[in-house]
């Protein structure tokens, strides 16, 4: 949290940011930064919304362990395998990770026990599974800035997850992108409401406005009327 934020200014912008997408958020800030897609849900129809504690794993668990001890209600674990191809997370991580009301497990890497993984609450998320174990010899390398594919991660640095993966940001970059945010999910869920009832998508979009602009080569963007 910056030093001029209160913890109710904090709250509100999670708890408006609970509301929306991370499409949404995305679409508010393009420069906003988003991890690789490979980076997947291992249970669909969960949602991430908490801030980073890292993990430098380098192929190894004492750094995972480090970071989850280091982890309280609201973290997401955030961990940075460094190319592994073994698994540096599983089904003992996670419910300790739930034990302390963390919100979730980002893993640039592998995971495994995904069975239970699948059953419980928590959002884990993972480049994919193995059975195989990482070693635990490697000197913990706690809360320091990681890459997840090449999207650097700061500890501390928001990350709200859908379906569709995962926005990082810091808490002024959201602030200054949730009021765009809000508007562009209104619109959007008004749409959704229009064409459930029979109203056509192009009747409210400026599509051919839009490319007779492109066309002419003049300054436009595509927009909804809603």
């Not at 669909?44 to 504690?53: E, H, P, T, Y």
């Not at 640039?108 to 480049?127: E, H, I, N, Q, S």
């Not at 859908?162 to 869920?189: F, M, N, P, S, Y």
């Amino acid at each position: 949290m910056s030093a001029s934020s209160s913890p109710r200014d904090d709250l509100s912008l999670l708890s408006r940011l609970e509301r929306l997408d991370a499409s949404t958020v995305s679409d508010a800030d393009k420069s906003l930064r988003v991890l690789p897609a490979a980076i997947r849900l291992v249970s669909a129809g969960s949602r991430l919304l908490g801030r980073a504690v890292t993990a430098n794993a380098r192929d190894d668990l004492l750094s995972v362990l480090g970071a989850l001890r280091e982890g309280g209600p609201g973290d997401v674990l955030v961990v940075a395998a460094g190319g592994s191809q073994h698994a540096v997370a599983g089904e003992l991580f996670a419910g300790e990770a739930a034990r302390r009301g963390m919100a979730g497990i980002v893993i640039d890497g592998f995971c495994r026990d995904t069975a239970r993984l699948k059953r419980m609450a928590l959002p884990v998320y993972a480049r994919g599974a193995t059975p195989r174990a990482a070693s635990a010899l490697v000197v913990p390398e706690v809360n320091v800035p990681v890459l997840l594919g090449t999207v650097l991660v700061n500890p501390g640095d928001i990350l709200l997850g859908d379906d569709d993966g995962i926005v990082v940001a810091t808490e002024a970059e959201l602030a200054a992108a949730i009021d765009r945010a809000e508007v562009i999910q209104a619109t959007e869920d008004a749409l959704w409401s229009s064409m459930a009832e029979g109203v056509c998508l192009f009747d409210k979009l400026n599509f051919d406005e839009h490319v007779k602009n492109v066309r002419a080569g003049r300054a436009s963007s595509l927009s909804f009327d809603v």
